[in-house]
T-cell receptor, first 116, second 114 residues
């Protein structure tokens, strides 16, 4: 049981490049989400999904796209990287969200992204 | 915008002492959760308390919730050096279309000195 797996762990991009951060979970969780963590800012929600085929925006969605074609995978796409997107990105999943959580969220180990 | 705010921002104690961290939030919630993050690692879920609960225990952790004051506290008893980490509170909203958005505070950095 691997939990939530994020790849890559580290990435350096040039301004304007695009890339996809991968997130996969093997717990059959219906709810998945992406956060970014910046110093002094805590975690901010980028996008989330309540099930395959359903996604919605969080607090800071600009510059990011997501899709959810399967229950297991929830990739985050940076369309045209900017230095302001330098951050640590975390993927999280939960058996259920929307106030029905009983067990909290399981987080991946993060992707540290630097945009130069 | 941040829903929860932890207090203090940083806390330094000696091993064996108790550590208390507080969290305040702004809007109605369904539940409040506490997470721990070791340096350079992902977050680990510690405990979840629902809006109709007032206190919950898990091992050396004790969480209280006061919905009238929109606040929660996390008590770690008999702290150990291994408890050194950042602690975050997070809330799930009580109603409306945004009730899938788990919102985090900025965290309390706890240092337990041996």
């Amino acid at each position: 049981n691997a939990g939530v797996t994020q790849t890559p762990k580290f990435q350096v991009l040039k301004t304007g490049q695009s890339m996809t951060l991968q997130c996969a979970q093997d717990m059959n969780h219906e709810y998945m989400s992406w956060y970014r963590q910046d110093p002094g800012m805590g975690l901010r929600l980028i996008h989330y999904s309540v099930g395959a085929g359903i996604t919605d925006q969080g607090e800071v969605p600009n510059g990011y796209n997501v899709s959810r074609s399967t229950t297991e995978d929830f990739p985050l796409r940076l369309l045209s990287a900017a230095p302001s997107q330098t951050s640590v990105y975390f993927c999280a999943s939960s058996y259920s969200g929307g106030g029905r959580s009983s067990y909290g969220y399981t987080f991946g180990s993060g992707t540290r992204l630097t945009v130069v | 915008s941040q829903q929860g705010e932890e207090d203090p921002q940083a806390l330094s104690i000696q091993e064996g002492e108790n550590a208390t961290m507080n969290c305040s939030y702004k809007t109605s919630i369904n539940n409040l959760q506490w997470y721990r993050q070791n340096s350079g690692r992902g977050l680990v879920h510690l405990i979840l308390i629902r809006s109709n609960e007032r206190e919950k225990h898990s091992g050396r952790l004790r969480v209280t919730l006061d919905t009238s004051k929109k606040s929660s506290s996390l008590l770690i008893t008999a702290s150990r050096a291994a408890d050194t980490a950042s602690y975050f509170c997070a809330t799930e909203p009580g109603s409306g279309g945004s009730n899938y958005k788990l919102t985090f505070g900025k965290g309390t950095l706890l240092t337990v000195n041996p």
